[in-house]
């Protein structure tokens, strides 16, 4: 991702979410979603949380159907709005649902959505450190707080990563001398550059996908008490209202699938892009992976 996760808080993002949505609302109504009609009319509203796959996969598929003739608008919102977004038809496609980190909201959503396909297998979180600590499990973190400048650096509270460290890990793994920092996936990364750069100890909440593992030499610590969930998968999700009115571009999605290089190439090259040009760069993805591109669409 460009990481740019929102920070605000759940009471602040409730009100923002009812706000874009009524908005949303409004913009992808009646016949532009539907596969009928002039394709300059046809609108899709994609939400999307701001982790680096999620902001990968919404400008790769805002380009693909733009190159189709649909027009495509991004909602970045709080997890909650997305699944329930999703769910009462006012968005029509969430990319980056996960049935296990997203658990309470599956049991919550399911059947007021369908999922359109998996297209990513083997997602796995948890603390990662830089490979010079020679760290290899969550285990190995009790009782080297001092090393650590005493902290774990997180991400966004309300992300089901940080509530399986505060819930789960910290009790599994005895890691009361750790301050758990809630903050933002943009300052965790730039806190996890600078300390590489100095070549200091660091923790951190990561996740594999991520581009970070390409960039610096980050271990994603074993989790042998499985307090992190286990394996994830990432699936797309539509409104009932979308899958049955859009068969072409629900068939599309359900096709969609990216291998770790796949996914880790594109999250880098937009990430290397910088702000503003995250659809530039999914733009020259495709243009470099065509072959992968036209087994999805048939177009490209």
């Given at each position: 991702?460009?990481?740019?996760?929102?920070?605000?808080?759940?009471?602040?993002?409730?009100?923002?979410?009812?706000?874009?949505?009524?908005?949303?609302?409004?913009?992808?109504?009646?016949?532009?979603?539907?596969?009928?009609?002039?394709?300059?009319?046809?609108?899709?509203?994609?939400?999307?949380?701001?982790?680096?796959?999620?902001?990968?996969?919404?400008?790769?598929?805002?380009?693909?159907?733009?190159?189709?003739?649909?027009?495509?608008?991004?909602?970045?919102?709080?997890?909650?709005?997305?699944?329930?977004?999703?769910?009462?038809?006012?968005?029509?496609?969430?990319?980056?649902?996960?049935?296990?980190?997203?658990?309470?909201?599956?049991?919550?959503?399911?059947?007021?959505?369908?999922?359109?396909?998996?297209?990513?297998?083997?997602?796995?979180?948890?603390?990662?450190?830089?490979?010079?600590?020679?760290?290899?499990?969550?285990?190995?973190?009790?009782?080297?707080?001092?090393?650590?400048?005493?902290?774990?650096?997180?991400?966004?509270?309300?992300?089901?990563?940080?509530?399986?460290?505060?819930?789960?890990?910290?009790?599994?793994?005895d890691l009361s001398g750790y301050k758990i920092l809630d903050g933002s996936t943009p300052a965790m990364l730039a806190a996890l550059d600078k300390a590489v750069k100095e070549k200091k100890p660091i923790a951190v909440t990561?996740?594999?996908?991520?581009?970070?593992?390409?960039?610096?030499?980050?271990?994603?610590?074993?989790?042998?008490?499985?307090?992190?969930?286990?394996?994830?998968?990432?699936?797309?999700?539509?409104?009932?209202?979308?899958?049955?009115?859009?068969?072409?571009?629900?068939?599309?999605?359900?096709?969609?699938?990216?291998?770790?290089?796949?996914?880790?190439?594109?999250?880098?090259?937009?990430?290397?892009?910088?702000?503003?040009?995250?659809?530039?760069?999914?733009?020259?993805?495709?243009?470099?992976?065509?072959?992968?591109?036209?087994?999805?669409?048939?177009?490209?």
């Open positions: 991702m460009l990481s740019r996760r929102l920070t605000t808080s759940i009471i602040g993002a409730t009100l923002a979410i009812a706000t874009t949505l009524s908005v949303s609302a409004c913009s992808s109504s009646g016949p532009a979603s539907a596969d009928a009609g002039g394709s300059a009319s046809k609108t899709i509203n994609i939400g999307y949380i701001a982790w680096d796959e999620n902001i990968a996969n919404s400008y790769l598929w805002k380009e693909l159907l733009e190159q189709q003739g649909y027009q495509v608008k991004l909602s970045q919102l709080e997890v909650a709005g997305l699944y329930s977004g999703v769910a009462d038809g006012q968005l029509d496609l969430f990319i980056c649902a996960t049935p296990k980190t997203h658990s309470d909201y599956w049991k919550r959503f399911d059947n007021k959505f369908t999922v359109l396909g998996q297209w990513y297998d083997t997602l796995t979180q948890a603390v990662a450190v830089p490979d010079y600590t020679g760290l290899k499990s969550m285990a190995d973190l009790k009782g080297k707080a001092n090393e650590f400048n005493g902290q774990i650096v997180g991400i966004e509270a309300g992300s089901g990563l940080m509530r399986q460290l505060h819930d789960n890990a910290v009790k599994d793994y990561l996740w594999q996908p991520h581009w970070a593992f390409s960039k610096y030499p980050m271990v994603l610590l074993e989790d042998p008490k499985g307090s992190f969930g286990g394996m994830d998968t990432y699936k797309t999700i539509a409104s009932k209202k979308f899958a049955e009115g859009n068969q072409k571009v629900s068939a599309e999605l359900a096709k969609f699938h990216m291998t770790p290089e796949q996914l880790q190439s594109l999250e880098l090259m937009i990430s290397e892009a910088g702000q503003g040009k995250e659809q530039a760069a999914a733009k020259a993805w495709i243009a470099k992976n065509e072959s992968v591109v036209k087994a999805w669409t048939g177009t490209n």
